[in-house]
């Protein structure tokens, strides 16, 4: 319990692959990268080939508001 400086948390888990992150911004990061430019094609996403492949539906749904809110 005395080394959380030096050893610091992942607090967040994909929820696509199960990966940890210490931040949001390191997830976000992993997300656009993995799951969401991979789909991106013709400045359009493919929803349908994205969702297939997400493990948790709710999720990805959530994440594809998101993001698409701020492109
Ligand atoms: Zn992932």
Do not use: T
């Amino acid at each position: 319990m005395s080394s959380i400086i030096n050893n610091r948390k992942n607090i967040i888990m994909c929820s696509q692959c199960y990966e940890e992150f210490p931040s949001g911004y390191e997830y976000r990061l992993h997300w656009e990268e993995k799951h969401f430019y991979p789909y991106l094609k013709n400045n359009r996403f493919d929803h349908v080939r994205a969702k297939k492949d997400a493990r948790y539906m709710k999720d990805i749904d959530r994440l594809i508001k998101e993001i698409s809110n701020s492109i």
